[in-house]
């Protein structure tokens, strides 16, 4: 099932402004909405989840994999997913796949089979914008922590030329299915991975050579890091000009180089560390026109994203019509026609 383009030539057609930028807030607040695969759909939860959006302020929602798996749902649980976005008046923008790397030693062919599925699920519901990333599960460490990202995940993703075409190729078939749905394909940045600093993410882009085929170039991944890390503005400058999709959050970094110690702690987007006025000033001067994902980790994090939307169009968004050049992978993108 085609989804349908939100404009037929960025080329010519102005840009999004900051009233209709399509915002979609991250659904990992709703804890886990999976259903067994012949269970009922859960309606109650799903419906409850999806008036929380709505009554935010939200007219989009990122289907988040730790909240719902589209890809292991039944035909009928799915399409009762799509029919509850569309009574609370919720579409869904985007499906962010997340920690299920095609390239993982042990598990790369489930994981290759159900990012496929999820790309058909994505379609069924005319979703156009899918993210996957590279990155694995928590390690039980990890999982013992306040914050997950204060000890170190898996090991790094290997350095050698098979490896990484590996990645190359997996990507590759991914984003021609894609682009048989109709979609475009992102992929997130982050640590110790392929996609873990903005030249390695650049560069696997690059190589996979697909124009429906760009980057989620989600640097907070990277400042939150307890470790010292590249400057935001130059990771930014170098990745914006291939981002198609955006997850955006924020955190507060405080760093005592003399005594190697590196802090990092959630913020709200116009609070923490990263400008995000001048961060979207240089992704539309890039020609960036895809759906914001906003996600916030620890307390009310709905709301939290749902202040970070209203400063994305109060303050960092552009206000007027735009003409929105068109790059490699920049084109407008494309969202729900059946929500």
Not at 101 to 130: F, M, P
Not at 175 to 189: T, V
Not at 217 to 235: F, K, T, Y
């Amino acid at each position: 099932m085609a989804t349908q383009s939100a404009s037929e030539d960025t080329a010519t057609q102005p840009g999004f402004t900051a009233d209709n930028w399509p915002i979609a807030t991250a659904m990992m607040w709703a804890g886990d909405g999976q259903p067994a695969p012949d269970a009922p759909a859960p309606v109650e939860q799903w419906t409850s989840n999806l008036r929380d959006v709505a009554d935010a302020g939200f007219a989009y929602a990122d289907i988040t994999d730790s909240w719902v798996r589209p890809g292991d749902l039944n035909p009928e649980q799915l399409k009762a997913f799509g029919d509850i976005a569309k009574e609370q008046g919720v579409r869904y923008a985007s499906v962010s796949a997340i920690r299920r790397s095609v390239i993982q030693k042990d598990a790369w062919e489930d994981n290759l089979a159900y990012s496929h599925r999820t790309l058909d699920a994505a379609a069924e519901l005319g979703i156009g914008v899918v993210s996957f990333g590279l990155h694995q599960a928590l390690t039980p460490q990890q999982q013992e922590q306040l914050w997950f990202w204060t000890v170190q995940g898996h090991t790094d993703d290997p350095e050698d030329k098979e490896a990484f075409a590996l990645a190359v190729e997996r990507f590759q078939d991914l984003g021609r299915h894609a682009a048989e749905n109709g979609q475009i394909m992102s992929l997130e940045m982050y640590e110790d991975t392929y996609l873990g600093t903005a030249d390695s993410s650049v560069r696997l882009v690059t190589e996979i050579g697909l124009d429906n085929v760009g980057l989620n170039p989600d640097i907070g991944n990277l400042v939150r890091l307890h470790r010292p890390i590249e400057s935001w503005q130059e990771a930014h400058a170098k990745t914006l000009p291939y981002a198609n999709f955006w997850h955006v959050k924020n955190y507060f970094r405080d760093e005592d180089r003399a005594k190697g110690q590196w802090f990092a702690t959630p913020a709200p987007l116009e609070a923490g560390l990263i400008s995000y006025r001048s961060a979207m000033g240089t992704a539309v001067a890039s020609g960036f026109q895809g759906v914001i994902m906003c996600e916030h980790y620890g307390g009310d994090s709905l709301s939290v994203c749902a202040t970070n939307q209203d400063y994305l169009r109060r303050h960092a968004l552009p206000k007027r019509p735009h003409t929105a050049p068109r790059s490699l992978v920049t084109q407008q993108t494309t969202l729900s026609k059946t929500a």
